[in-house]
């Protein structure tokens, strides 16, 4: 009877690691073996790292990598920076805050190919925005924002980043909500001004959602980033806006090279979990300090 009370739990739990194997555990030993297998016409041809080298000497795949990396450093930091500064004006309850709270968490709701086409429309060469511009008398300012190499990229971000810090600034406020006003009233007696405020009560109490948001934001970026280039740019103008995503998804069902797809992926994989491990190391020395 004790032996059956031990093993009922292990049981109970065979679904719960079936699925994992088959949704997980299974399609990643599968993409280690089209990325380092070449289907022969006598078989299995074993190609080691030759697709990992293919890669790198890839000029397509090293744009794509190096706007990742991009996107990382500048997109993410600034959805943090504006979600943080954007959360703190509402919290301290201006004209029409429940109002601005709602226009600005809007975007992130809207589907992303609807935002897609219409920010295609007002960004176009003799778009909406340079429609303006030019009557304002700024036509200096009307740059060809998605069709020249040089913005494209830039624009892109813009457009990420308005459409993604929406959920930031909800979570935030929404933390900020729960925060004691004691803490508040206490620096503002103590002589505190608003930036010390923000510097000494308002981010140590948001820091745990921040670090969630980070590396929510790191995701997005690595993972979600390719539905805004798939549907505004489609990796153009040549290949300044492509993304490690866009670039496994054509050489998988436009090129026909699984092999080199699933080596991207593994790439890919390798990077995120960099990241997560680096994350949790950081959280645990945090948590370790404060006890």
Excluded: C
């Amino acid at each position: 009877m004790l032996y059956r009370k031990k093993i009922i739990p292990y049981a109970l739990l065979i679904p719960a690691f079936a699925f994992l194997i088959l949704t997980f555990f299974y399609p990643v030993v599968k993409l280690f073996q089209t990325a380092m297998f070449d289907s022969a016409d006598n078989g299995i041809k074993f190609t080691g790292i030759e697709n990992l080298k293919y890669l790198f000497n890839d000029r397509v795949y090293t744009t794509a990598l190096t706007n990742n990396i991009l996107m990382l450093l500048i997109v993410v930091p600034l959805l943090i920076i504006l979600a943080l500064l954007i959360s703190v004006l509402l919290f301290e309850r201006i004209a029409g805050w429940k109002f601005y709270r709602f226009v600005l968490f809007l975007p992130y709701i809207i589907a992303i190919p609807v935002i897609g086409i219409i920010l295609l429309y007002l960004f176009q060469k003799n778009g909406v925005v340079n429609t303006i511009l030019s009557s304002i008398g700024l036509k200096s300012l009307a740059i060809n924002w998605l069709g020249s190499s040089k913005y494209a990229k830039y624009t892109l971000m813009m457009i990420i980043t308005w459409k993604e810090v929406g959920l930031g600034i909800v979570i935030f406020l929404a933390r900020l909500m729960s925060v004691d006003e004691a803490l508040y009233e206490a620096a503002e007696i103590d002589g505190a001004n608003w930036f010390q405020r923000l510097i000494h009560v308002t981010i140590p109490q948001l820091s745990s959602v921040i670090q969630f948001y980070f590396i929510f934001s790191m995701i997005t970026i690595l993972s979600w980033v390719f539905n805004y280039v798939y549907v505004i740019t489609a990796g153009g103008p040549g290949h300044s806006t492509y993304v490690m995503e866009l670039y496994i998804y054509y050489n998988t069902f436009k090129f026909g090279l699984p092999d080199i797809a699933s080596m991207a992926s593994i790439v890919l994989l390798v990077i995120v979990s960099v990241l997560i491990y680096i994350q949790y190391k950081i959280r645990g020395g945090l948590i370790g300090s404060e006890n």
